[in-house]
C-alpha cells in the first residue's frame, strides 16, 4: 500500500462559520481571517493505492460551477489534476472514489463539464457513498440544501457509477480500510481509518476540520447536529489519544497531519507532519 497527499486547492469560507460560538478573538490565532472575515481551508485529498486498485478520498470544489458561485469561495491554488500527476498517476487511473459526504466543497470536484453534458470526472472510478447519506443530500432540508448541489450529485447516479457502502459499526472497504460513520456534522458522514506499517491514520473529513478545531467545544455552524458532533468528536479524540491516531486534516490550510496530547485543558495537538514523513 502507499499512499499520497493529493491537494486539490485552497477556497475560503466565513471564520464565524466555521467555529461557531467560538469568539473572533479566539480562533483568529490560528486561523486569521482576511477584511471580509474570511479565511483561507484547503481541499486535501487521500489517494491509496494498495493491489489493484488506486482509491481517491473525496474530490475538492470541482471547477464546473460558475464566477458568480466561486466568487464566494474565492478557490486559488494547486489543481488535483496536477497534484495527481506529481505521482504519475491522472484521473483515468482511478478506480474508486470514496465520498466522505456529498457537500459541495467534497464531490464538486467528482463530476466536470464537457460541453453542454455533465459527467464524472473520474471515467473509470465507482464511486462511493451511503444509502442514508444520499437519501439526506437529495432530499435535502432547508438549512443544508446550499451544499448538496444536484449537478455534484445526480450525474452519479445517472452515470450507472454509484454505489453504496454497507453502514454497520464494522465496515470494511478494503482489508486495510475501516469506515466510521458519523451523524453530527451531516447525516452519515464516513471517516475513513487505515492501517499502514503498524500505524492508524484517521481521515477526519469534517469532524476536526483543522488543527484550530481541536478543543472540544470548537464546532462548526455547518454541523446539522453540534451536540452529536460533540459527543463523536470527543469519542474518537480519546481514541485517536489512547491508541496513538494519526489524524489527517482535510481543511486545515498549512497542516497535514497531527497527534495529539493530554494537558490540563483536555486534548491538545502534539506533534505535525507532512503525511510522506511518517515513514522517514
Request: proline share 5%.
Amino acid at each position: 500500500m502507499n499512499l499520497y497527499t493529493i491537494e486539490a486547492g485552497l477556497f475560503k469560507l466565513d471564520g464565524g462559520a466555521m467555529f461557531g460560538v467560538v469568539p473572533k478573538s479566539i480562533w483568529q490565532r490560528t486561523n486569521p481571517p482576511d477584511e471580509n472575515n474570511l479565511c483561507t481551508w484547503a481541499a486535501r485529498l487521500l489517494l491509496i493505492e494498495t493491489g489493484d486498485r488506486l482509491i481517491l478520498i473525496d474530490t475538492g470544489l470541482g471547477d464546473k460551477q460558475d464566477a458568480k458561485f466561486f466568487g464566494h469561495y474565492q478557490p486559488h491554488g494547486s489543481k488535483l489534476d496536477d497534484s495527481l500527476a506529481k505521482y504519475g498517476f491522472q484521473k483515468s487511473d482511478i478506480t474508486d472514489v470514496l465520498l466522505t459526504h456529498l457537500h459541495f466543497d467534497h464531490v464538486g470536484g467528482a463530476v466536470e463539464r464537457r460541453a453542454d453534458r455533465l459527467i464524472p470526472a473520474f471515467e473509470n472510478a465507482t464511486y462511493w457513498t451511503n444509502q442514508k447519506h444520499w437519501q439526506w443530500a437529495i432530499y435535502p432540508n432547508d438549512r443544508e440544501r446550499a451544499s448538496f448541489l444536484k449537478e455534484n450529485i445526480l450525474p452519479l447516479q445517472d452515470s450507472g457509477k454509484l454505489q453504496f457502502i454497507e453502514e454497520n459499526e464494522k465496515t470494511f472497504f478494503t482489508k486495510e480500510i475501516q469506515i466510521r460513520f458519523t451523524y453530527g456534522h451531516t447525516e452519515a458522514m464516513m471517516l475513513p481509518q487505515i492501517s499502514y506499517n503498524g500505524k492508524t491514520i484517521l481521515y477526519m473529513a469534517d469532524l476536526l476540520p483543522s488543527i484550530g478545531h481541536i478543543p472540544l467545544p470548537y464546532i462548526m455552524s455547518y454541523d446539522m447536529f453540534p451536540l452529536k458532533t460533540l459527543e463523536e468528536k470527543k469519542t474518537i479524540l480519546e481514541e485517536a489519544f489512547v491508541n496513538n491516531y494519526i489524524l489527517f486534516l482535510e481543511h486545515d490550510p498549512l497542516i497535514e497531519c497531527c497527534t495529539l496530547k493530554q494537558t490540563e485543558k483536555g486534548l491538545r495537538l502534539d506533534k505535525t507532519f507532512k503525511l510522506q514523513d511518517i515513514w522517514r
